[in-house]
C-alpha cells in the first residue's frame, strides 16, 4: 500500500541486537569519551566550542531536541541560539512539504557558512531523514552535511557524537524501525519549571494521509513505572508542570501486558507531590473514554485544556481520511466532555484540501467549527506526503477552491475562538508565569490552566511561580490581567 515498502534501508542501516539497559550504560561512557575530545579541542583552539539546535515541527521533536541538548552539555559544548556555532543540528519534521522545504531553505545558508568556516559540522535529523528520498538528495545536493540520524536511534546521539568530533566523511546513521526505548539520557529544559514526558513512541493509526507512522514507527508504550520515576525525578528538580506526550496517548498501555491504562497513569502522575499541573497532547477522538473525562473531571491538577484533532466535519472525508469516528461521534463527545466540564477549553487540527473533499465537504468543517465553539484551531492545508495512501487518491479541489475554503474555516475558528475565550473576561484565574514578555519588558507571561495566555504587570523573579490573576482586559486571544 505504501512506497515505503521497497526503500533499501540497508544502504544506510547499521543494525544490531542490544540491551536498552546494557546500550544506556555504553551511550554514557561515550558522553566521557566526546567529553574528552571536546576538552582537547577546546584546549586546541584556545576558546569554547558551541553548538546550535534547531527544532523545527511538533512536542516529539522539542523533547528530542532537549535530550541532544543534554548530551552536548554533559561533553563540556555550550549551547547557543546563533547558527555561526561549531556544530548546527536541525531537528527536522515532514508531517507536510513547507516543513522540508523550510530546512532546504536555511540548510543552503548552512552552506555558504560553512564555505567561510569548514570545521563547522551540520547534523540533519529527526523525522525527514528517515525518508530515503530526501537522504538521497541531501548526499546528492547538499554534501556538505556531516551527519545524519533518524528518529530510531537518537539514544546512540553521544556515540554519533564522539564519530562527529573524529570523522571528515558524510555519516549516515538511519534505522527503519526499533522495538526497544533506551532511557535515561540526560536532557536540558527549554524551561526549568515545566516539561514534556514522553509516554509512547510511534502510532500505529495510519490516518491515510499522515507520514508520521512511517517516519516514528510502530506504537510502543513506556513502562508507567519509568514515566512515574522520570516524572518525580523532574518534580524534585524544581518542574511544577508535565506534558505527557504521545501521538495518540489514549491508545497509553496497549501491547504491554499488566500494564495500566492511560486514566490509570493520569490518577499515578496526579499523586506525585509537587506536581501542580499535568497536561497532554495528542488524544485521538476514537480512542477517549468515559473514564478519562472522569478522572480529567474529579482532578485538581489536570489541566482544563484538551487538544482534540477533528479533521474535518464531514463523515465522507473523515472516512476517507482512515479517522474511524463520524461527525456525528465526535460532537457527541464534545458534549460530553463540556457537561462534564463546563470550563475546558478544546482546541483542535484541521486540514482543507483532502483529495476527495468538496466545497460542500468544507462546509460542513465549517459548521462544526461553530458546534463544537473550539477555543482554538489549527488549520493546515492539505500537503500530500510520498508513500501514504491518500497521495493516490486523485485531487478534487483547484488550488483556489482549496485557499477559498481554507480562508472560511480560519474565519470560523477565529470567531468561535474569540467568543470562547471572551468567557473568562473579569474572572480571577490562577496563571502559571512563564517569562518576561517578548514585546513589553514590564509585563510578564503567564497561561491559564485552559493553556490561554494572560500578560500582565511584573517581573523576571515571578517567574515558575503560580499567581492569581485578574482577567480585565480581553484582546480576542489572550489577556490583560492584574495581579490580585
Ligand atoms: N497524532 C496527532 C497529530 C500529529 S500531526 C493526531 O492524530 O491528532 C499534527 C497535525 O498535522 C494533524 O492533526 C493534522 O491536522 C496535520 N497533518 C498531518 N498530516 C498532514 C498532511 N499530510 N497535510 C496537512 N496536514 C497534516
Ligand atoms: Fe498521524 Fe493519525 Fe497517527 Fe496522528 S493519529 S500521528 S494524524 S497517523
Ligand atoms: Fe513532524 Fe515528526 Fe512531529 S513529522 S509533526 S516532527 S512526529
Redesign the pocket.
Known amino acids: 500500500m505504501h512506497a515505503f515498502r521497497d526503500v533499501d534501508y540497508d544502504r544506510y542501516t547499521i543494525t544490531k541486537e542490544y540491551d536498552p539497559d546494557v546500550e544506556s550504560i555504553r551511550q554514557r561512557d561515550m558522553i566521557k569519551s566526546a567529553a574528552a575530545l571536546v576538552k582537547s579541542k577546546k584546549e586546541q583552539l584556545g576558546r569554547d566550542i558551541t553548538a546550535c539546535v534547531v527544532t523545527f515541527g511538533?512536542q516529539m521533536n522539542s523533547r528530542d531536541s532537549e535530550k541532544i541538548s543534554g548530551v552536548l552539555l554533559s561533553c563540556g559544548i555550550s549551547l547557543t541560539e546563533d547558527e555561526n556555532a561549531d556544530i548546527v543540528i536541525y531537528n527536522t519534521c515532514t508531517?507536510?512539504d513547507n516543513a522540508n522545504q523550510r530546512v532546504y531553505g536555511r540548510l543552503g545558508n548552512l552552506g555558504v557558512m560553512k564555505k567561510k568556516n569548514p570545521d563547522k559540522k551540520i547534523v540533519l535529523c529527526g523525522c525527514m531523514v528517515q525518508e530515503t528520498a530526501v537522504i538521497e538528495k541531501l548526499r546528492e545536493s547538499y554534501s556538505f552535511v556531516d551527519m545524519i540520524f533518524g528518529t530510531h536511534n537518537i539514544y546512540k546521539f553521544p556515540e554519533l557524537l564522539v564519530r562527529l568530533l573524529q570523522e571528515d566523511k558524510m555519516i549516515v546513521d538511519v534505522w527503519k524501525k526499533t522495538d526497544s526505548i533506551v532511557e535515561d539520557l540526560p536532557t536540558v529544559r527549554k524551561y526549568p519549571f515545566k516539561s514534556g514526558v514522553n509516554i509512547m513512541f510511534g502510532?500505529d493509526?495510519f490516518?491515510s494521509?499522515?507520514?508520521?507512522p512511517y517516519v516514528r514507527g510502530r506504537e510502543r508504550s513506556r513502562k508507567s513505572s519509568e514515566i512515574l520515576d522520570e516524572v518525580r525525578r523532574l518534580s524534585e528538580s524544581g518542574v511544577s508542570e508535565v506534558m505527557l506526550l504521545g501521538?495518540?496517548v489514549n491508545s497509553y498501555g496497549r501491547g504491554l501486558e499488566g500494564e495500566i491504562s492511560f486514566p490509570g497513569l493520569l490518577r499515578e502522575v496526579e499523586k506525585i507531590d509537587g506536581i501542580r499541573r499535568i497536561r497532554f497532547m495528542?488524544s485521538?477522538p476514537k480512542d477517549l473514554s468515559d473514564e478519562l473525562i472522569d478522572v480529567m473531571a474529579s482532578s485538581d491538577k489536570i489541566c482544563s485544556h484538551l487538544h482534540l484533532?477533528v479533521?474535518s466535519g464531514s463523515d465522507k472525508v473523515l472516512e476517507m481520511m482512515n479517522r474511524k469516528y463520524s461527525r456525528e461521534s465526535y460532537l457527541k463527545l464534545v458534549g460530553k466532555l463540556r457537561k462534564a466540564m463546563p470550563d475546558l477549553s478544546i482546541t483542535t487540527?484541521?486540514?482543507v484540501g483532502f483529495p476527495g473533499e468538496e466545497e460542500a465537504d468544507i462546509d460542513d468543517t465549517v459548521s462544526l467549527v461553530h458546534e463544537a465553539a473550539y477555543d482554538n484551531a489549527f488549520t493546515?492545508?492539505?500537503?500530500k506526503?510520498a508513500g501514504t495512501p491518500a497521495s493516490n487518491y486523485p485531487a478534487t479541489l483547484s488550488d483556489e477552491q482549496i485557499s477559498s475554503g481554507f480562508n472560511k474555516v480560519l474565519a470560523a475558528v477565529q470567531e468561535e475562538a474569540r467568543k470562547n475565550v471572551a468567557r473568562f473576561a473579569g474572572r480571577t484565574m490562577e496563571v502559571l508565569v512563564e517569562e518576561v514578555n517578548e514585546k513589553d519588558k514590564e509585563y510578564m507571561t503567564g497561561r491559564l490552566s485552559g493553556n490561554v495566555l494572560v500578560h500582565f504587570k511584573g517581573d523576571a523573579s515571578l517567574t515558575g511561580s503560580y499567581l492569581k490573576v485578574k482577567l480585565v482586559e480581553n484582546k480576542g486571544f489572550y489577556y490583560i490581567g492584574e495581579r490580585v
Not at 380 to 383: E, V
Open positions: 511538533c508531517v507536510r502510532c493509526n490516518c494521509y499522515c507520514i508520521v501521538q495518540n495528542t485521538h484533532p479533521q487540527d484541521i486540514i493546515f492545508i492539505y500537503s506526503r
